[in-house]
């Protein structure tokens, strides 16, 4: 007999094939400034910019992640009701840069509390609204140790991001460990061209988020097989 979780997941499921059959498709990225748009003059870039054209023509992506914030500030500044009031079908939520930030900071929050406090309630009110959450764990800093493996400071909020994904049976893209694999591949010379100075090892050059918005996709179709129908060939 099914439990009620499975026949909710089973009846976005069918919600999500309606939408796509009937018309437009939305989905709504949200995060923080390694997924957001920026000007057209700007050298730094976000992942997000780079999904539209992965998919379909009646599917809209709307990217209202915002540099800075982190899964505290996104809602207290009203951007999560901004949002769910585009009614979007699927949201693809990434935060964890500035939740690792120093707990004196505002946008601050602890990997085992309210970070995982506020990504179930990220879960709660997207089903609530119809929507279908799926979780973007934050990437890694291409910052390298002495004996050339990368630093780990968002590793306990990706695994955080993967423990309530489990709890809650949320579709879920690791780009912590994809990204890591990316960056040890090329190593730190060889990847300076993803970051968009080469001082900075967070932020993305266009390259280095074509190469993010490339994994994410990877496991975004895979996790949601819904979306397979509405990519381009």
């Not at 989905?27 to 910019?49: F, H, K, M, Q």
């Amino acid at each position: 007999m099914k439990t009620a979780m499975n026949i909710f997941l089973g009846v976005l499921a069918v919600m999500g094939a309606a939408a796509a059959a009937e018309g437009e498709v939305r989905l709504a990225i949200i995060g923080d400034s390694t997924v957001c748009n920026y000007p057209g003059n700007s050298v730094t870039r976000g992942w997000g910019e780079f999904i539209q054209p992965a998919f379909k023509e009646q599917v809209r992506v709307i990217n209202l992640a915002r540099s800075g914030r982190s899964t505290k500030t996104f809602i207290k500044e009203g951007l999560w009701k901004k949002t769910l009031a585009e009614k979007p079908q699927f949201i693809l939520i990434q935060f964890g840069h500035n939740d690792s930030h120093a707990r004196e900071k505002p946008e601050a929050t602890a990997a085992e509390g309210d970070y995982k406090d506020n990504l179930r309630r990220y879960i709660a009110e997207a089903r609530a609204a119809g929507a279908q959450p799926v979780f973007v764990t934050p990437m890694h800093r291409r910052t390298f140790k002495p004996d050339g493996t990368l630093t780990t400071e968002l590793q306990p909020y990706a695994e955080a991001m993967k423990q309530v994904a489990a709890e809650l049976k949320v579709p879920l893209v690791d780009l912590f460990a994809m990204s890591g694999e990316l960056f040890l591949k090329a190593g730190d010379a060889g990847g300076v061209d993803l970051n968009c100075k080469p001082a900075d090892r967070t932020h993305f050059s266009a390259k280095g988020a074509q190469a993010m918005a490339a994994l994410v996709l990877k496991e975004l179709i895979p996790a949601v097989p819904e979306l397979k129908p509405l990519l381009q060939k």
